[in-house]
């Protein structure tokens, strides 16, 4: 599938859900970037109150490197390396929505999280006061664990599928995020149109 639009998908670390999503879409073809909103990459740590700190264009193959020299099998174990050699495989680094994604310009960007969606709303208000441009944003509620993501990459391709079948995808966004909604009711998906 070739893609008529272009795509963001949007988490908070651009580590799991959206560079789940990126990967699926790209080997389908779509054209797509993906971004975090957070104000740094947070990674599980050997403790859930010791996180993995990172700034936003620190290679994911840096990354790797530093976690697997920490504690090999405690992140081989839960996941994370085999999430860092997917993600550089994909680009080099995770970028910031905020600062990466100024001067872009997407038909559609998806968001993984609520919080995630509101960032991405508020940036583009922010940014584009008076624009005429319209994006549509979207938000698909995904869970931030290794299964969920899958799962979530999988919704977030058929939702582009849904949104690619039509001519307009702001004149339709309405009908056809309903639709998908309404056959995927355990998913909270929200939807907003903000003008670039």
């Known amino acids: 599938m070739s893609s008529r639009y272009r795509y963001a998908v949007v988490c908070a670390s651009n580590q799991n859900r959206s560079m789940e999503a990126h990967n699926t879409l790209k080997h389908h073809g779509v054209n797509v970037q993906s971004y975090g909103t957070g104000s740094a990459v947070r990674l599980p740590g050997p403790t859930q109150s010791s996180p993995n700190i990172y700034t936003f264009g620190v290679p994911y193959s840096r990354i790797y490197d530093e976690l697997a020299a920490q504690d090999f099998n405690l992140y081989t174990t839960n996941g994370l390396l085999s999430m860092l050699s997917r993600n550089s495989r994909i680009k080099d680094a ?73 001519d307009d995808v702001i004149s339709h966004c309405d009908e056809t995020i309903h639709r998908f909604a309404l056959e995927h009711a355990t998913t909270s998906v929200v939807h907003s149109v903000a003008f670039t």
Do not use: M, S, Y
């Open 94 to 166: 995770p970028e910031r929505f905020q600062v990466a994604g100024k001067g872009q310009n997407w038909d559609v960007i998806i968001a993984c999280e609520e919080r995630c969606f509101d960032a991405v709303c508020e940036e583009l208000n922010l940014r584009t006061a008076g624009g005429d441009k319209p994006t549509l944003v979207v938000n698909v509620e995904i869970k931030d664990n290794h299964e969920d993501a899958v799962v979530g990459g999988r919704l977030i391709l058929e939702l582009v599928r849904r949104l690619e079948g039509v």
